[in-house]
């Protein structure tokens, strides 16, 4: 999709939360790749976090970032499976005031390209909660890339048209 070069970028203040039992900052590949690719379009790491498969300490680490005026947007990394632990969506859910249930139906056509059906068993989705972005991805280092390249790159992107999430961020907490 077109960029308009008369429109100003506008950095986006990130959160990144890589949600794993079994890895540490230390091994967080999908996290850095996520910190890369938002540092490389210009926008701004806010802050960092990695923490266990539970809903419990998942919202609460969503929570503390919604309310944190220094962040307009957090992406989550990991949980999105099917599997008894992952949890990433339900935490998703308790924290969401709207669903953006687009995101993760493009994510899902975007990945049917790559790794044909089994793209099924990704529930990556996204939210708006009090007026900051959620966006919940896969824990793997191309689904990663694939939704940075293949929505969000674009999406958060104020000089993207026809339309884009940055350009309603200063509308998200109307009544």
């Known amino acids: 999709?077109?960029?308009?070069?008369?429109?100003?970028?506008?950095?986006?203040r990130i959160a990144v939360l890589t949600v794993s039992d079994t890895r540490t900052l230390a091994e967080d590949r999908s996290g850095d790749t996520l910190v890369a690719l938002l540092s490389?379009?210009?926008?701004?790491?806010?802050?960092?976090a990695l923490l266990p498969d539970d809903v419990a300490a998942i919202v609460g680490r969503l929570h503390g970032w919604i309310d944190d005026p220094a962040i307009d947007c957090i992406l989550t990394t990991g949980?999105?499976?099917v599997t008894g632990r992952d949890v990433t969506p339900e935490a998703v859910e308790r924290v969401a005031d709207k669903m953006i249930p687009g995101f993760g139906e493009?994510?899902?056509?975007?990945?049917?390209a790559k790794i044909g059906t089994s793209t099924v068993q990704s529930r990556a989705c996204a939210c708006v909660s009090r007026g900051t972005y959620?966006?919940?991805?896969?824990?793997?280092?191309?689904?990663?890339?694939?939704?940075?390249?293949?929505?969000l790159a674009s999406q958060l992107d104020s000089r993207h048209t026809p339309c884009n999430f940055?350009?309603?961020m200063p509308r998200l907490r109307e009544h």
Do not use: C, N
């Not at 493009?106 to 049917?112: A, E, K, V």
């Open 1 to 12: 999709m077109p960029i308009d070069p008369a429109r100003a970028f506008v950095p986006v």
């Open 40 to 48: 490389e379009a210009g926008h701004v790491l806010a802050d960092r």
């Open 79 to 81: 949980g999105t499976g």
């Open 106 to 112: 493009l994510f899902r056509w975007l990945s049917y």
């Open 134 to 151: 959620v966006f919940a991805l896969p824990g793997s280092t191309g689904a990663v890339r694939d939704g940075w390249e293949g929505i």
């Open 166 to 168: 940055v350009e309603l």
